[in-house]
């Protein structure tokens, strides 16, 4: 299987959801990562600190796959913080 990590944001916001992520404001973050140079250092910008603007990550009840997120963050060649990071901001929710 070879590596997405020159896939583009909108097949890895696919894939968060696939996992069981919902995202609210999502229009609003995909206009912002398109807009970004590099959208992965803006998703971790919006993971982070995204709430004060509405803009939030989270489990959708029971369903989230917390191993399918780490391999879809690994394979869009996330570092392992990063995924840190988007895994507690997810859990806070």
Do not use: C
Not at 26 to 48: D, G, K, S
């Amino acid at each position: 299987m070879g590596s997405l990590s020159h896939e583009s944001f909108e097949e890895f916001l696919d894939l968060l959801k696939a996992a069981g992520i919902s995202i609210t404001r999502e229009n609003e973050l995909r206009e912002r990562l398109a807009e970004a140079q590099v959208w992965r250092y803006a998703f971790m910008t919006l993971a982070a600190n995204g709430r004060s603007i509405g803009i939030r990550f989270q489990g959708e009840d029971e369903s989230v796959d917390e191993e399918q997120i780490r391999r879809t963050l690994a394979a869009f060649q996330f570092p392992e913080s990063s995924q840190q990071v988007f895994t507690a901001s997810i859990q806070t929710h």
